[in-house]
T-cell receptor
Framework: NAGVTQTPKFQVLKTGQSMTLQCAQD?????MYWYRQDPGMGLRLIYY???????DKGEVPNGYNVSRLNKREFSLRLESAAPSQTSVYFC????????????FGQGTRLTVV | KNQVEQSPQSLIILEGKNCTLQCNYTVSPFSNLRWYKQDTGRGPVSLTI?????NTKSNGRYTATLDADTKQSSLHITASQLSDSASYIC?????????????FGAGTRLFVKA
């Protein structure tokens, strides 16, 4: 079972470059999420999509955009990367919000120099 | 501000020993509290989930407890194994967010030594 698949696994960007992180899930989940994880801090929600066709801001949305392409895919775009966006990014999905377990991808380690 | 704080930050134990990890939260009201295990280089995986009305939940050698009065949860690991070396994350879902904006603790890094 693939579960949640993220690409790429590693990426180095120069300040000002743009890129898109891809995420796909094969569990027919309604809700999808993007988090970032920084040393010494808990995962922080960037954006989420409660259901296909909807997206909402999380705790730290500045500098990011998202697209819920279809029920399976949820992408995260950095338009102009900054060193402060160096982090590990996790995509997750769940059947729906309340009380349902979130399944995470393996993460994308992004370094902005 | 809703917060989830975990202690200790890191812990080293010998294989076969028990340990208890702590989670204090200020989120109120909340719908459920989860413990996740995160292996190095991997995404978190759910271990247990408890609603505000539950006191304990077990998953094999992992037992989570919840005291809603003191706003504390603990994760007890019995007869630790080398494979238990990981970060353990406490996560609380506020009641008024539909479960989408859960709050993650920073985690406890557990090292199990042979």
């Amino acid at each position: 079972n693939a579960g949640v698949t993220q690409t790429p696994k590693f990426q180095v960007l120069k300040t000002g470059q743009s890129m898109t992180l891809q995420c796909a899930q094969d569990m027919n989940h309604n809700s999808m999420y993007w988090y970032r994880q920084d040393p010494g801090m808990g995962l922080r929600l960037i954006y989420y999509s409660a259901s296909e066709g909807t997206t909402d801001k999380g705790e730290v949305p500045n500098g990011y955009n998202v697209s819920r392409l279809n029920k399976r895919e949820f992408s995260l775009r950095l338009e102009s990367a900054a060193p402060s966006q160096t982090s590990v990014y996790f995509c997750a999905s769940s059947e729906q919000g309340l009380g349902t377990e979130a399944f995470f991808g393996q993460g994308t380690r992004l370094t902005v120099v | 501000k809703n917060q989830v704080e975990q202690s200790p930050q890191s812990l080293i134990i010998l294989e076969g020993k028990n340990c208890t990890l702590q989670c204090n939260y200020t989120v109120s009201p909340f719908s459920n509290l989860r413990w996740y295990k995160q292996d190095t280089g991997r995404g978190p995986v759910s271990l247990t989930i408890m609603t505000f009305s539950e006191n304990t939940k077990s998953n094999g050698r992992y037992t989570a407890t919840l005291d809603a009065d003191t706003k504390q949860s603990s994760l007890h690991i019995t007869a630790s194994q080398l494979s238990d070396s990981a970060s353990y994350i406490c996560v609380v879902s506020p009641q008024n967010t539909g479960g989408f904006k859960t709050i993650f603790g920073a985690g406890t890094r557990l090292f199990v030594k042979a």
